[in-house]
Each structure stands twice: as structure tokens, then as C-alpha cells.
């Protein structure tokens, strides 16, 4: 039940507002779309199991992002700084920028289409060739994980670190960034990944420094041409943020349009009737299971949101997931529609914490993924014996997807 939660304990809220004291870790991990339903109807609110307030609507996120002057990436004990240190996404204005610019180079529409979509597509067939004539697998744990880290290691510059450590690396790291419980297993993961990752990024400097390449170990280094250039502090931060989005983001996003296709085929026959609808099914797929589905802020000013007030230091909790199911800006939000009119979902954030890896992921799932997929695994289907489990709150996405296909057709790889 809902109830007032005053400015009693001010060192804990930072506000004034309504409070979900029944709103659970566990309900938001397996079903968390009946209580974002009540965090859009009561407006900014506070939740203790998570220890701030939460945001769900689209309106709120998206002035929130707009705002860098009252809202600031910069949380105080933020757990993405704990494990990753001071990366992109936890700075603003000048320092934000000085990142982010030296890290795109390599990652612009263009780029990526014309340097980077033909190896995907040459490792997306390299993993199908390993399953293809069974006739029976889990994609996420067959495919999308061993692709997305693949592609990952080659993108990033490690290519010595092998598909199972990338994907135990970026699970630690995103696992430890939605460390909202304080589990202390949940941290020796992370300090056990941080320091193989740490210990393989120096290998990486170590080879840049002495030969310039295309990775993007290599730009963060070297820079852009108007001297924004990292630290090799501030490379190796970076290169641990872009090991937990870089993989989980694409590999979760990879299962989300599968499981929407899958369970859809009429809009599977548009896809294969048309591939440049591979794109659209990728953007809806985001916008209705967004895989990164809450970042966080902290307020810069005092600001008020209908009901609630937040005074500075206020920490909170901004729900994508929610935002992109918003009955006040979509039409049948909980439904999975390629075919709805085109609109911007804020699944790759907003304003100038846009995602800078939107188009790397874009063609990794829409230019090489799926294609690859329905080509090479023909009546591809899932098992409904063994039903897909989805999960997750932070980051959520399927962890298991079983599926089936008639493997005696199957055409060989390109």
C-alpha cells in the first residue's frame, strides 16, 4: 500500500513523496511490469527495497535527461563507479564530451557498416556452423552469448580473452552494477573479474602504444583529431563499461527479438519477405523488453515531480523499461509490433547519454544476427516443452532460449 513518506529521514530520501514499501527485488527480477503499471500511475516514488526513488514515465525520463544542469550522472556511491571506476557514463558536460568523442571514432553509422558488419556476419556464421545440423539448441547460450563476446573481444582489442571469460567478465560487471541487495558473492566475482580484465586491458596498451590499430582500446588512447584523448586510468575504466554493455546489451537484445519474432510469425514473414524489416523488428524488440532497463541519477537541484519533491543528492532510479511501455505515449504498449508507426524509444537513452554503441549493436543483431539465423536454421522455432525464461530489472533479457529447426536443409555458412 501506498503511503506519505516525509523529509523524517532526510539523509535517507533526500524528498518528500509517495513510497511503494511493497514493491519487491524479486518481483521486479521475474515481472517487474505490474508494478512499473503503479509507478506510472503514482509518479515518482520511493522504494526502499532499492533504496531510491524511482522514475517510470516517459514524460519525467525524458525531462530528466534533458535537464544536465538539476540532474547529474555523477551519483554519490554509485555502484557502476565501484566496480568499473569513473567511466562516460558517470560524468557530465566538458569531461563527458573529452570521452565520448575519443571512443566514437571508430563507432559512427558509417564505420561500423562498412568496416565492422562484415566480420560480424562471417562470426555469425562461424558460431552457426557449430550447431546447425543438430536440429536442437538454446541460442542464448549457443549463439548470442558466444557471438556477442566474439565480437566484442575483436571490436574492443583483446582478442587473446576467449568467449567464456568475456561473457563470465561482463556478467560479473553487470551483476555488480544491479548489486542492489549488497551480496557479497555477488562482489568477489567482481573484484575477481576486475583484475583479469584489468591485467589483459594493460596487454592491450602495451600493443596500441607500440602499433595504432582500429580497435576501440586504440582510440580511447590515441584520440580524435581535436586531441580528446583517455588516460590509460581512464582507458581501462572504459573498456570495463564497454565489456558489460558491449556484450550484454546486444546478446540480451539478440534473445528479446528472437522470443518477439518467434512468438509472432506473422511479423517473422514480413522480416523474411522483406530484410530491411530486420531493423524495425530490432527497435520494437528494444522498446518492449529494453535490455539495459533502469539507470541511475541524482538530483543537482531541487526539483519537483507532481506529487513528489527531491532535494540535492536525491538518488534515483530511471526505468526505461517502464518509459517504453507508457499507455500516455504508446499505443498497446505491452504488445510486440513491428509494424507500429516509427517513434523514438528511449532504450539507448536520451540527450548527450545517448548510447554510443547504438548502431554497433544495431548491426550486430538487425545487419548480421538475424539474418543469419533464419537463413541458416530453416522452420526455426522454439521448444514448447522448454519455454524461454526472460529476467531481470537492471538488465533484463532471456537466460535461457530453446528452440528447434529442421537441420537436413540447413545451407552451409558463407
Known amino acids: 500500500m501506498s503511503k506519505t513518506l516525509t523529509l523524517s529521514d532526510p539523509a535517507t530520501t533526500y ?6 514499501d511493497d514493491i519487491t527485488l524479486d518481483e521486479l527480477i521475474h515481472n517487474p511490469y505490474p508494478a512499473y503499471r503503479k509507478l506510472r500511475e503514482q509518479g515518482v516514488t520511493w522504494v526502499p527495497e532499492v533504496n531510491r526513488w524511482l522514475v517510470a514515465s516517459w514524460d519525467d525520463i525524458d525531462t530528466i535527461e534533458r ?11 554509485s555502484l557502476q563507479t565501484r566496480v568499473m571506476g569513473r567511466t562516460m557514463l558517470r560524468t557530465d558536460g566538458d ?13 559512427t553509422p558509417k564505420a561500423v557498416e562498412q568496416n ?55 556478467q560479473a560487471l553487470m551483476d555488480g552494477t544491479a548489486n542492489y541487495g549488497d551480496d557479497p558473492v555477488v562482489w568477489a566475482r567482481v573484484d575477481a573479474a576486475i583484475a583479469e580484465i584489468d591485467a589483459a586491458t594493460t596487454v592491450a596498451i602495451e600493443r596500441v602504444m607500440k602499433r595504432r590499430d582500429g580497435s576501440l582500446i586504440s582510440a580511447m588512447l590515441y584520440g580524435d583529431d581535436e586531441g580528446n584523448r583517455l588516460s590509460e586510468e581512464e582507458t581501462r ?8 554493455g558491449g556484450l550484454n546489451e546486444p546478446r540480451d537484445g539478440i534473445g528479446i527479438v528472437l522470443w518477439g519474432l518467434l512468438t509472432h510469425r506473422d511479423q517473422l514473414q514480413l522480416c523474411l519477405d522483406d530484410p530491411s524489416m530486420w531493423a524495425r523488428a530490432n527497435e520494437e524488440a528494444m522498446r518492449w523488453v529494453s ?11 531541487r526539483v519537483t515531480f507532481g506529487d513528489t519533491t527531491l532535494e540535492p543528492g536525491a ?26 508507426p516509427r517513434a523514438r524509444n528511449v532504450a539507448f537513452g536520451v540527450g548527450h547519454h545517448f548510447c554510443l554503441g547504438v548502431w554497433l549493436a544495431r548491426q550486430m543483431i538487425g545487419g548480421a544476427a538475424l539474418p543469419a539465423l533464419f537463413e541458416r536454421l530453416p522452420n526455426l522455432r522454439l521448444d514448447l516443452d522448454d519455454p524461454p525464461v526472460m529476467r531481470g530489472w537492471v538488465f533484463r533479457g532471456p537466460i535461457t532460449l530453446p528452440v528447434l529447426w529442421d537441420p537436413a536443409t540447413a545451407p552451409d555458412g558463407v
Open 116 to 170: 565492422m558488419l562484415p566480420e560480424f556476419k562471417k562470426i555469425a556464421n562461424q558460431y552457426i556452423d557449430r550447431f546447425a545440423e543438430r536440429g536442437h539448441g538454446d541460442l542464448f547460450s549457443d549463439f548470442a552469448g558466444p557471438f556477442s563476446a566474439r565480437v566484442l573481444g575483436w571490436v574492443l582489442g583483446v582478442p587473446e580473452a576467449t568467449d567464456e571469460q568475456l561473457q563470465v567478465w561482463s
Open 15 to 20: 524528498g518528500h513523496g509517495p513510497v511503494s
Open 315 to 340: 538518488r534515483m532510479g530511471l526505468i526505461v523499461g517502464s518509459a517504453n511501455r507508457d499507455e500516455q505515449h504508446w499505443e498497446r504498449p505491452d504488445e510486440f509490433d513491428i509494424t507500429r
Open 237 to 244: 575504466a572504459n573498456t570495463k563499461l564497454i565489456i558489460g
Open 291 to 301: 535490455p539495459l532497463a533502469m539507470f541511475p541519477r541524482e538530483t543537482a537541484q
Open 67 to 77: 535537464n544536465g544542469e538539476a540532474f547529474t550522472a555523477r551519483e554519490r556511491d
Open 95 to 107: 569531461e563527458h564530451k573529452r570521452l565520448r568523442r575519443a571512443t566514437q571514432v571508430p563507432l
